[in-house]
């Protein structure tokens, strides 16, 4: 399977970042779960007809009893992008989460164009931190989050929603899933 961005190169890309050794960095590490798990979700939509990703597994859509496809790759980047741009990167509060949730295509660009945005400006962010970042905090709706578990929590979260992805597909498909890569199949280089 291949991964819509190139992963980050285990030593000297990243300003002394990495512990060397062909080992990444604890920020690289990150990033490289991130950009792998948006890979899978943006693989798993790449060939999709509008029917497929607007299509709801239950006929009950008005409590999100379950989500379409679309609905899912629309919340993932829109979470993507709170956490990672707005929450930890200091970023403009621009996200419509509301929005995410009633999502309808007529095709699959503007999904993919959400999900290369996202992977873009999360890059763009992880550029600008550094490890000491790591043990800082942020202020997100009043609460206090340690900065790890913001990004632990983008991992977990986007891990969890191609989870419901993989499952809402193999059901449009009849049974019948998309091939996901094995573990050691998505090892970084080095």
């Given at each position: 399977m291949e991964i819509e961005e190139h992963l980050p190169s285990p030593v000297g890309h990243d300003g002394?970042?990495?512990?060397?050794?062909?080992?990444?960095?604890?920020?690289d590490n990150y990033l490289q779960r991130i950009q792998d798990l948006?890979?899978?979700?943006?693989?798993?939509i790449a060939d999709l007809p509008a029917e497929a990703l607007n299509w709801h597994p239950t006929e009950?859509?008005?409590?999100?009893?379950?989500?379409?496809?679309a609905v899912l790759a629309a919340h993932v980047a829109g979470a993507e992008h709170f956490w990672i741009?707005?929450?930890?990167?200091?970023?403009?509060?621009?996200?419509?989460?509301?929005?995410e949730f009633v999502i309808q295509v007529t095709d699959t660009s503007e999904l993919l164009g959400r999900l290369d945005a996202t992977g873009t400006e999360t890059r763009q962010v992880f550029s600008a931190l550094s490890n000491a970042d790591l043990d800082g905090t942020r202020e997100v709706e009043e609460r206090?989050?340690?900065?790890?578990?913001?990004?632990?929590?983008?991992?977990?979260?986007?891990a969890?929603?191609?989870?419901?992805?993989?499952?809402?597909?193999?059901?449009?498909?009849?049974g019948i899933s998309k091939p996901s890569?094995?573990?050691?199949?998505?090892?970084?280089?080095?």
């Open positions: 002394g970042r990495s512990g060397g050794g062909g080992v990444l960095s604890e920020l948006r890979g899978q979700v943006r693989s798993l009950k859509v008005e409590d999100h009893a379950t989500n379409s496809l741009a707005e929450v930890i990167g200091r970023r403009p509060r621009t996200r419509d989460r509301a929005a206090t989050v340690a900065v790890r578990w913001g990004l632990l929590h983008v991992i977990d979260h986007t969890l929603h191609l989870g419901h992805m993989q499952i809402t597909y193999q059901l449009w498909k009849g890569p094995r573990w050691f199949e998505r090892l970084p280089a080095g």
